[in-house]
């Protein structure tokens, strides 16, 4: 009974994985996991993060985003220096062609400033993405508690 064992492996290895079930395709890109930490009453800025895939073959570029829910959104790149933490504003993060560029806490992530009203659990933030070449991509972003980890090098 050794060959239908092998036969149901190859099966399962030649389905391409399935994007998750939040994601949002347009083109050759899949954004997916659009998150963002709850944030205090009176916080000037909210932090968010999402995982965007580029199937393509040719490179892409983030060139900003917007939302409704902000007087203004920057890309922000995290950096360090002499040992302290802080970001920096990109004007355009790439997305390699076959490559994914991911926001999450401690490295790139979208920054909200004076979110209005302030991120409560359970909201949906909407989110504009720029893109140079696929243009304007309509996303979402879930308000969740912030976990332990997720404040790293924020704040
Ligand atoms: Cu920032």
């Not at 998150?35 to 800025?45: D, E, F, K, L, R």
């Not at 968010?48 to 490179?59: A, P, S």
């Not at 979208?110 to 359970?122: S, V």
Request: glycine share 10%.
């Amino acid at each position: 009974m050794r060959f239908p064992l092998i036969a149901f492996v190859l099966a399962v290895s030649a389905c391409a994985p399935k994007p998750p079930p939040d994601a949002v395709t347009h083109g050759a890109l899949i954004i997916s996991g659009a998150w963002a930490p709850a944030s205090p009453n009176g916080a000037q800025t909210a932090a968010g993060y999402l995982k965007i895939e580029n199937k393509g073959d040719r490179d892409e570029h983030l060139m900003g985003a917007a939302s409704p829910r902000a007087a203004s959104v920057e890309l922000h790149t995290t950096t360090m220096s002499a040992g302290m933490m802080g970001m920096a504003k990109a004007d355009v993060l790439g997305v390699p062609a076959h490559g994914v560029l991911e926001f999450k806490p401690g490295g790139d992530h979208l920054m909200f400033f004076n979110p209005a009203p302030p991120f409560k659990e359970g909201d949906k933030v909407p989110v504009t993405l720029q893109f140079k070449d696929a243009g304007p991509v309509g996303i979402s972003l879930s308000v969740r508690a912030p976990g332990k980890d997720d404040m790293a090098g924020m704040q």
